[in-house]
Nanobody
Framework: QVQLVESGGGLVQAGGSLRLSCAAS????????MGWYRQAPGKQRASVAA???????NYADSVKGRFTISRDNAKNTVYLQMNSLKPEDTAIYYC??????????????????WGKGTLVTVSS
């Protein structure tokens, strides 16, 4: 089992920045990719960004150029630096990880591990 604990959400004005963190513990060698999903009220959950242990990244089109995902393998922690935040970025952000033999998915339906989520609110 792997445990994921997020931190760093909060309230910020449009144009501002936040950094989310996700610390993994447990059987961390069973996972490779880690990343973030978000779910806004009334909308489906969607992938935001993911990163492999080797540093290969992918981003949703809506966040490219504004968000940066990074990873500290020594600390088993993944970060999401969010800049130029927009009201439409308001959502609960969830850290997730699939077992290492699985790919990252756009909807997260087959993720094996989830954090509890952290709320990001961007005011206009």
């Amino acid at each position: 089992q792997v445990q994921l604990v997020e931190s760093g959400g909060g309230l910020v004005q449009a144009g501002g920045s936040l950094r989310l963190s996700c610390a993994a513990s447990g059987n961390i060698f069973s996972i490779n990719r880690m990343g973030w999903y978000r779910q806004a009220p009334g909308k489906q959950r969607a992938s935001v960004a993911a990163i492999t242990r080797g540093g290969i990244r992918n981003y949703a089109d809506s966040v490219k150029g504004r968000f940066t995902i990074s990873r500290d393998n020594a600390k088993n922690t993944v970060y999401l630096q969010m800049n130029s935040l927009k009201p439409e970025d308001t959502a609960i952000y969830y850290c997730a990880a699939p077992l290492s033999n699985k790919r990252w998915s756009q909807t997260g339906d087959d993720m094996d591990y989830w954090g509890k989520g952290t709320l990001v609110t961007v005011s206009s």
